[in-house]
């Protein structure tokens, strides 16, 4: 009887040691489990942080695909060279409407305002649409409308959307109406302002620098690179 028990006990303790064990095997995987599942999701997270813009989203610095009529690349002063216009020197009145709607825009986003760009917008369009084109030459009509095309799809862009992309499109217009000065001219005395931190330009009827680009966040960024008239 005494042996029976001692063998009892034996067994006993046996038992109860493959448990432990087990259940340090258990804790074991589920450990390594757990620690495999979250180099996953630390992988995961690290390639989102690095995404190729695959998704839509696009990085302050990506290229655009300039699907949404917006140009990119750097202007630090806009020429007529994408469109090889002949410059003109006459003192045109035609175009005032059209810059002063212009500078509707430029004003508003040099005090952030998103709703007053969009009625600058909204005027800009309307001066384009009262544009008399029968005063153009055969040699000019063509490249007006060129340019007024690509103004008008930035004028409805501004009028829609937020001020990050009524800056956007800002940009291209600048482009746009300087353009139309070069082709046509103008009896305003204007300046061409360029801004260092995003390497665009635009146009002022002032001499000081007030930067629609950045408004209020950065208002006196840039410099007057020339004088037209």
């Known amino acids: 009887m005494r042996k029976l028990k001692l063998s009892m006990g034996i067994l006993a303790i046996v038992f109860a040691t493959l448990t432990v064990a087990s259940c340090k095997d258990a804790k074991k995987e589920q450990n390594n489990e757990e620690e495999h599942q979250s180099e996953m999701s630390t992988e995961e997270n690290h390639s989102e942080m690095n995404h190729d813009n695959s998704d839509g989203h696009h990085d302050e610095e990506a290229t655009h695909d300039n699907s949404d009529g917006h140009h990119d690349g750097d202007s630090a002063e806009m020429t007529s060279e994408a469109r090889d216009i002949a410059v003109s020197t006459q003192k045109n009145g035609a175009t005032s ?111 000081d620098i007030k930067n629609p680009f950045y408004g209020s966040e950065m208002l006196t960024c840039g410099n007057v690179k020339k004088q037209i008239n």
């Not at 109406?177 to 390497?199: E, F, Q, R, S, V």
């Open 97 to 207: 409407a059209i810059i002063d709607a212009y500078f509707q825009i430029k004003n508003a986003l040099v005090t952030d305002s998103k709703e007053n760009a969009a009625k600058g917008g909204t005027a800009l369009l309307a001066a384009f649409s009262k544009f008399d084109m029968k005063t153009l030459t055969d040699g000019t009509r063509q490249e007006y409308m060129e340019i007024a095309e690509s103004a008008k799809e930035q004028a409805e862009h501004i009028v829609e959307n937020p001020i990050d992309h009524q800056r956007e499109h800002f940009e291209t217009l600048s482009t746009d109406i300087n353009d139309l000065i070069t082709l046509l001219g103008t009896d305003k005395t204007l300046y061409l302002d360029y801004c260092p931190m995003k390497k665009v330009s635009w146009l002022s009827e002032t001499k």
